[in-house]
């Protein structure tokens, strides 16, 4: 016996996509509530939100933002630009080269966010909503309304999937809530970005300036917040603004630009990072900076092995380890077993060529492993280097380390007969120890900067990413992958030598327990491949990016106590969740990830 089924015809109103919000107001009234909501957002800042200055930043005065009303301020301005440029004003449409309705959706949640933390904060801090002023409570209700309207414009709904009516109830509710998801992702949704119409080169140039200053003005803001209520409103006006520009498409744009002038736009960067310190008023936040550029230039290392050859390294901090401790030992320090005092450029050698000889010894007979097994083997030799650091003490052996107490008492570096140790006045500017190690840093990480990126589009550096994508083939191809993993692992480890033998002098102590596997501040092997992998593999910028946001921020969330490795941890798996790829993506990855993306026309030799 033979069914036969007939498809249903459908009218062309059935067959036309819904596009309606997410929230049932008339589009052209949650255009208009999201636009003059932004403005409003922005002019409530201006009046007291509390009538104590007990909470911090003082949000009792009129006419004046201050603290998080600030942060208030920025997102509410920015979702009234984006409102006004989805109404096609003049002189505004550049803002939104993708349209405009996503991005004022992101801006909008970024002002009720904040506006809303802000209000909750005071209530807990100070003891109930009675601790509000009008402002405050205008404020709630102004950023609410923002919301609601920008949730109101259409956009395509996905097209619904039936379920199987013998479906379980759990598998309906699975059903519907993954069908109700893919509505969100849609509202959020934006389109393509146009094209950058071809601009001069010294427009290009004064628009890479532009973010460059932009960038160096967001982490001065973020690395300067002096409390813990301003720091998590940072977060999520910096993290929401930015999904905001991403979508509207000047993120895109950006790129496309300074992707023209790559070498301009690297020389601007690290010139903005040397203007870090003179925004100082003093040494307190050099010292982040100094440690953010020892753990960045130390993941840019590791990079080369995990993102351009492709080799999971979780014994990797060792290296780091091995620097400081063969730097440490001719640096004049009276701890250290060897009567010698090298001058710098001797010592940045040794602590270099020490670790460059360990990452032969242990990759010669370990890189014919490969996957999990290569990982387990790196990961017992950044234990072996710890435990052995502690037993060569002079009971358990020989006296090397000094054991637990490690090398203590290193001198400040004396670099062509200036003194790293003692402030220094530049052009008015008191430059403080801090300072001077941070410009040395600079120069470092400059230095791996270029390694990396000379090493990616080499020979060499082809023949890693062959490696990387497809061992078994590259191998077919006639590359020597013992011999090129190898350099891989050799060049890496050099590297952090190099980092190491800084941080020795920076530190003034080495001890092994700073050399460890996992812990709550990094420098550690698992924050140092988390920041390649979530910055993004294979690139220059995506390490350098992860290892500031990975030291900065578990710095910042001290006071979370117990709980900050929880808080940290969730955000790492929403991040990988929602972008795997990492911050930073090259166009391969991209793709790997998210099918749905426009083939690139051409990819680079490293994918980038």
């Not at 080369?304 to 492709?310: D, P, S």
Request: with cysteine.
């Amino acid at each position: 016996m033979t069914t036969q089924t007939t498809a249903p015809k459908t009218t062309d109103a059935s067959a036309a996509r819904d596009t309606t919000g997410l929230i049932g107001i008339p589009p052209h009234i949650g255009r208009a509530l999201a636009t003059g909501g932004g403005a409003l957002t922005a002019a409530s800042t201006f009046l007291a939100w509390t009538w104590t200055a007990e909470f911090p930043g003082d949000l009792t005065v009129y006419g004046y933002p201050g603290g998080l009303q600030v942060l208030v301020l920025i997102a509410g301005a920015l979702t009234a630009l984006f409102g006004l440029a989805s109404y096609g004003v003049k002189g505004l449409r550049w803002l939104v080269p993708a349209g405009a309705d996503a991005a004022l959706k992101f801006a909008a949640l970024a002002a009720f966010a904040t506006t809303w933390y802000t209000v909750i904060a005071i209530s807990a801090q100070l003891g109930g909503l009675v601790n509000l002023e009008p402002g405050g409570y205008i404020a709630a209700a102004v950023t609410l309304t923002t919301l609601l309207g920008a949730l109101a414009l259409p956009f395509e709904r996905p097209a619904p999937d039936p379920f199987d009516p013998d479906d379980t109830g759990w598998e309906q509710f699975k059903h519907t809530t993954s069908q109700n998801w893919q509505t969100i992702r849609a509202a959020f949704t934006t389109g393509t970005p146009r094209p950058v119409r071809p601009l001069p080169s010294y427009a290009e140039i004064l628009i890479i300036v532009g973010i460059l200053a932009a960038a160096l003005t967001v982490f001065t803001y973020g690395i300067g917040t002096e409390y813990d209520e301003l720091f998590i409103g940072f977060l999520i006006v910096a993290g929401l603004g930015f999904t905001a520009l991403h979508r509207a498409g000047l993120i895109a744009q950006a790129t496309e630009i300074t992707a023209r002038h790559q070498s301009i736009t690297i020389c601007g960067a690290f010139i903005a990072a040397a203007c870090f310190p003179f925004t100082q008023s003093d040494d307190r936040y050099a010292t982040l900076g100094v440690y953010i550029l020892i753990f960045a230039t130390v993941a840019l290392g590791l990079n080369i092995v995990v993102g351009l050859a492709g080799l999971l390294d979780l014994g990797y901090v060792a290296f780091l380890g091995v620097g400081a401790y063969a730097a440490s030992m001719v640096s004049g320090s009276p701890s250290s077993p060897f009567d010698l005092h090298l001058p710098f450029w001797a010592a940045v050698l040794v602590g270099a060529a020490a670790s460059l000889i360990f990452g032969v010894l242990i990759g010669a007979p370990t890189l014919r492993l490969r996957g999990d097994y290569l990982a387990i083997v790196t990961l017992g030799f950044g234990e072996i280097f710890r435990i052995t650091a502690n037993n060569l003490d002079g009971t358990s052996g020989p006296d090397v380390t000094n054991g637990s107490n490690g090398i203590s008492s290193i001198p400040d570096l004396n670099v062509l007969g200036f003194d790293m140790g003692t402030s220094h006045d530049i052009g008015g500017f008191t430059i403080g120890r801090f300072a001077n190690y941070f410009f040395l840093m600079l120069i470092i990480t400059a230095v791996v900067v270029l390694v990396f990126r000379r090493s990616g589009d080499s020979r060499i550096g082809r023949a890693w990413v062959a490696i990387r994508e497809d061992e078994t083939a590259a191998l077919a191809m006639g590359i020597n992958g013992f011999r090129v993993k190898l350099i891989a692992f050799a060049v890496g480890a050099s590297l952090a030598g190099l980092a190491g033998t800084v941080q020795a002098h920076v530190t003034y102590t080495v001890t092994p327990e700073q050399y460890l596997f996992a812990g709550t501040t990094p420098p550690n092997s698992a924050f140092l491949l988390a920041a390649v992998v979530l910055g993004g593999m294979g690139t220059i910028a995506g390490p350098l990016i992860g290892a500031a946001l990975l030291f900065l921020i578990p710095n910042k969330l001290q006071f979370l106590d117990d709980y900050q490795l929880f808080a940290f941890g969730l955000a790492l798996v929403l991040l990988m969740r929602f972008r795997p790829e990492g911050l930073v993506a090259n166009r391969r990855r991209k793709l790997e990830f998210h099918e749905e993306a426009d083939a690139p026309t051409t990819l680079s030799k490293t994918g980038a």
